[in-house]
Nanobody, 121 residues
Framework: QLQLAESGGGSVQAGGSLRLSCVVS????????MGWFRQAPGKEREGVATIDRDGSTIYADSVKGRFTISKDNGKNIVYLEMNSLKPEDTGMYYC???????????????WGQGTQVSVSS
């Protein structure tokens, strides 16, 4: 059974950067696609970025050119590098695992507890 643990959130000013980490424990060869999602207060959880087993990535339009998803297979860690942060990037960020790459929440059935990101103007 996979377990996911996020870290790296915090409070930054607009224009700043953060790097989120997701440590993956356990092994499930059927769920080797990873995604980052975020949820702002009162809003739906939305897909931010995903990476598949081969390292191919997909990004939401709102973060293209600012966020980068990557993974270190040796350490079993998935990263989300976030640059040029905006107040609208504020929310709880979740790491998730799925059988195929997608930005659709329903695709994922293994989730971490989340890490809070707050961006002030």
């Amino acid at each position: 059974q996979l377990q996911l643990a996020e870290s790296g959130g915090g409070s930054v000013q607009a224009g700043g950067s953060l790097r989120l980490s997701c440590v993956v424990s356990g092994y499930d060869k059927r769920r080797d696609c990873m995604g980052w999602f975020r949820q702002a207060p009162g809003k739906e959880r939305e897909g931010v970025a995903t990476i598949d087993r081969d390292g191919s990535t997909i990004y939401a339009d709102s973060v293209k050119g600012r966020f980068t998803i990557s993974k270190d297979n040796g350490k079993n860690i998935v990263y989300l590098e976030m640059n040029s942060l905006k107040p609208e990037d504020t929310g709880m960020y979740y790491c998730a695992a799925a059988r195929r790459p997608s930005l659709v929440r329903a695709t994922y059935d293994i989730w971490g507890q989340g890490t809070q990101v707050s961006v002030s103007s």
